[in-house]
T-cell receptor
Framework: KAGVTQTPRYLIKTRGQQVTLSCSPISGHRSVSWYQQTPGQGLQFLFEYFSETQRNKGNFPGRFSGRQFSNSRSEMNVSTLELGDSALYLC?????????????FGPGTRLTVL | AQSVTQLGSHVSVSEGALVLLRCNYSSSVPPYLFWYVQYPNQGLQLLLKYTTGATLVKGINGFEAEFKKSETSFHLTKPSAHMSDAAEYFCAVHRGTSYDKVIFGPGTSLSVIP
């Protein structure tokens, strides 16, 4: 079974631009979560989608948004990029939303904002 | 507020030596506890998790961890380090019932010396 895939793997943008990142979960997984990983703040939860609905959102500004499609694929969008948005963005999928379900992570998208 | 502490941001061990990575948490309720590993340029991989039941949890790659409620600890051990164990290790604790409530520790970078 294929793992979680994320595209693109690397991205360079300039301040003020917007960016869209894509995540394809493991087949059959319905929950997709997004995390931001930075050296200073560590791993922080961005949001979770389940059945095309955002179920939870972390403490991030409204510039960060996402969506989930009927096939469970998910995208996240960051508008008006700031230097501080440079990070590794990780997507994770699980069968359902329970902590007893293992969460599988993708390799991440490395975003650099210049 | 719940928090996770990982003692030692960098740990070095010799190949074949015991690996001990420390994790302490603060929690007002019995927690779910996780250990993840992250190899360079990859996402996180679940090593093991404690939900309920036996306090000694065995995971993949020969790792295990013991939940000690009285010490609020969940230290990760492996009897004999391999070169392939060199990676970043994250302890995480839940503060709810879904992944948006999981708090990650700052991580411990493990180096294995030949």
């Amino acid at each position: 079974k294929a793992g979680v895939t994320q595209t693109p793997r690397y991205l360079i943008k300039t301040r003020g631009q917007q960016v869209t990142l894509s995540c394809s979960p493991i087949s059959g997984h319905r929950s997709v979560s997004w995390y931001q990983q930075t050296p200073g703040q560590g791993l922080q939860f961005l949001f979770e989608y389940f059945s095309e609905t955002q179920r939870n959102k972390g403490n991030f500004p409204g510039r960060f948004s996402g969506r989930q499609f009927s096939n469970s694929r998910s995208e996240m969008n960051v508008s008006t990029l700031e230097l501080g948005d440079s990070a590794l963005y990780l997507c994770a999928s699980s069968l359902e939303r329970s902590l007893t379900d293992t969460q599988y992570f993708g390799p991440g998208t490395r975003l650099t904002v210049l | 507020a719940q928090s996770v502490t990982q003692l030692g941001s960098h740990v070095s061990v010799s190949e074949g030596a015991l690996v001990l990575l420390r994790c302490n948490y603060s929690s007002s309720v019995p927690p779910y506890l996780f250990w993840y590993v992250q190899y360079p340029n990859q996402g996180l991989q679940l090593l093991l998790k404690y939900t309920t039941g036996a306090t000694l949890v065995k995971g993949i790659n020969g790792f295990e961890a013991e939940f000690k409620k009285s010490e609020t600890s969940f230290h990760l051990t492996k009897p004999s380090a391999h070169m392939s164990d060199a990676a970043e290790y994250f302890c995480a604790v839940h503060r709810g019932t879904s992944y948006d409530k999981v708090i990650f520790g700052p991580g411990t970078s493990l180096s294995v010396i030949p």
